[in-house]
């Protein structure tokens, strides 16, 4: 049997039964649209996210008091540990290649200015954090260069809590209220938007110190560090671990690196975008199982043709790779068409939910195909060797 004689043999299949060729060839494409669709939103959430986490910029370490047990939980919730301080964060600016470091304090609070309050986020922090976090000051000063353990009550806000206490008006000299502590409002963030559902706009930025005052801890809750682009993670990491190892005589803390959270955050998306390519896998095996059936009745159906090409001198090998191929074109077909059902159907989300991020995945979506051509491969093999071992006479003698 010539190549020519066996895609019109396979073509002239399918032909003769148009709708039940369209029919199964439907759920192989319902199963791929699937994959194609939501492993698009998993990639575009996972993509979203990693996004979201690197919005302070790059070449981050954190530092968290209390040393992280094998379970996962930090001793320093329990207060078994020596505190982060003031002075630990000035020592660490000190080091080499540091480029800032900001002690972090957060807390909730009313923020007053005249007739207007607000409950808003309250971040102490240090005269590096613009350039630790990457976030600008539009207007006015960052908070001075003063002693860590007696900062003059100055204040930050943030561009959405600037609107709502001072409206159209220039806060910068203004009086703003925490509590029964008074702060004059120095600076004006610029817009940072949400990062990881924090809302960086509607916060107060304070002196580090003033906010340890404020919310009556002893210690930081964490010390951002960024470093120089060109120095090596590791030795600044260990850097830092020797210079608190000596001030705190073990080590009670915990060092995270930026390229630690990325990797943590990247395997449990990946994860995510994997389970659910799983979920809308299992559409591509009910779409199988109706290949396979309808490979079977084919079969059924053509048996005295069957027949007939056994006499003519067709082998069991041509006649095995005439079903099987039958059965891997109605999968393709159907796999191609939920590639581009997939492909619009994302579209489509996209533009009527812009906030939901979407990005199309080449793996998944090469992967999908390639086992839709499987599953059609594989539910094509029992029917076909069914076929290629009737017997020539008994098929001919079939009603």
Do not use: C
């Amino acid at each position: 049997m010539s190549l020519q004689d066996w895609l019109w043999l396979v073509t002239g299949a399918l032909r003769a039964h148009r709708l039940r060729s369209a029919l199964t060839a439907l759920g192989i494409a319902v199963g791929i649209a699937a994959v194609v669709l939501l492993t698009a939103i998993g990639a575009g959430i996972e993509r979203y996210v990693l996004n979201e986490f690197t919005q302070f910029g790059t070449h981050l370490i954190s530092i968290a008091p209390g040393k992280t047990s094998t379970i996962g939980l930090s001793m320093g919730v329990f207060g078994t540990v020596r505190p982060l301080s003031l002075d630990d964060s000035e020592a660490l600016r000190r080091l080499p290649q540091i480029v800032g470091v900001a002690p972090v304090i957060r807390g909730n609070a009313r923020v007053e200015a005249g007739q207007r309050n607000r409950r808003t986020e309250v971040l102490g922090v240090g005269p590096d954090t613009s350039a630790v976090w990457g976030i600008d000051v539009a207007a006015g000063h960052s908070l001075p260069r003063d002693d860590p353990r007696a900062a003059r009550p100055f204040a930050i806000l943030g561009a959405e809590l600037r609107q709502e206490l001072f409206g159209s008006a220039s806060p910068l000299g203004q009086i703003v209220r925490i509590g029964q502590n008074r702060f004059r409002v120095i600076g004006i963030m610029a817009p940072k938007g949400q990062v990881l559902g924090f809302d960086m706009d509607n916060a107060i930025y304070i002196p580090a110190a003033r906010a340890l005052e404020l919310f009556n801890r002893e210690g930081l809750m964490e010390v951002d560090v960024r470093y120089e682009a060109a120095a090596s993670t590791a030795r600044i990491t260990q850097a830092i671990r020797r210079l608190l190892m000596e001030r705190h005589g073990r080590e009670d803390f915990t060092i995270t690196t930026q390229d630690q959270m990325l990797d943590v955050l990247g395997n449990i998306l990946g994860v995510l975008t994997g389970a659910v390519a799983a979920l809308g896998s299992i559409s591509l095996l009910v779409g199988g199982v109706g290949i396979l059936t309808i490979m079977t009745i084919a079969v059924t159906e053509r048996t005295q043709e069957i027949g007939l090409l056994r006499a003519i001198g067709t082998g069991r090998r041509q006649l095995l790779l005439l079903f099987l191929g039958e059965s891997v074109l109605l999968a393709s077909i159907g796999g191609l068409a939920g590639l581009g059902l997939g492909i619009g159907l994302a579209w489509l989300l996209e533009l009527l939910a812009p906030a939901l991020p979407v990005r199309i995945s080449a793996f998944y979506t090469l992967l999908a195909l390639a086992l839709s051509a499987l599953i059609g491969l594989l539910a094509g093999v029992l029917p076909a060797r069914r076929a290629a071992r009737l017997d020539p006479i008994e098929a001919l003698r079939a009603e």
